[in-house]
């Protein structure tokens, strides 16, 4: 019975991670802690001033950087996952997207859907997510933006990491 429970439970853990559910997840402010102070807790923890560089912004193993610091509204974005920790990392293709004008704003993405493909990546390997669509239908004006990955590592399931990074997009 245990065994069922157990798989019950890492459907759903699944399930949620690949379907980019976030209303099943914790929420946090922008301002909860700067970037020193991440890396232990499960809930968004940026600073609520945009970044100068591509540096990424995370609260776990796994690392997001822009490959390009400019993208167009028509182009594609390419991002590179990294995993720095010792743990297998199950993510998704679903993300989140904040635009910054006088603080970080999330952009409603409920009309767009995500395919439900999995992402296995083992410890310290990359992942290149290259031709990341920017979401169709929805009039991105040009700035700076933040775009957000949840993920689980394979090693605690239940708890639920985000990573970031940032790009401008030009008109």
């Not at 410890?123 to 979401?135: H, I, K």
Request: hydrophobic share 35%.
């Amino acid at each position: 019975m245990k065994k069922y429970l157990w798989l019950i439970t890492l459907g759903y853990l699944f399930l949620v991670v690949l379907s980019g559910c976030t209303a099943a997840l914790p929420q946090a402010s922008d301002t909860d802690a700067s970037p020193e102070q991440s890396g232990t807790a499960a809930l968004d923890t940026f600073d609520s001033t945009p970044s100068t560089s591509s540096s990424p912004v995370n609260d776990g193993p796994l690392v997001l950087i822009s490959n390009s610091e400019t993208v167009s509204k028509h182009g594609p974005l390419d991002l590179t996952f990294t995993n720095k920790g010792d743990v297998t990392i199950l993510i998704g293709e679903a993300y989140t997207l904040d635009f910054y004008q006088d603080g970080w704003t999330e952009i409603d993405l409920s009309d767009v859907s995500f395919s439900a493909v999995g992402i296995i990546i083992e410890p310290g390997e990359d992942y290149n997510y290259a031709d990341v669509a920017l979401p169709a239908g929805i009039n991105l004006e040009a700035g700076r933006y933040r775009i957000k990955f949840k993920y689980a590592d394979e090693a605690d399931r239940d708890f639920i990491y985000t990573v970031s990074t940032e790009f401008n997009l030009s008109g």
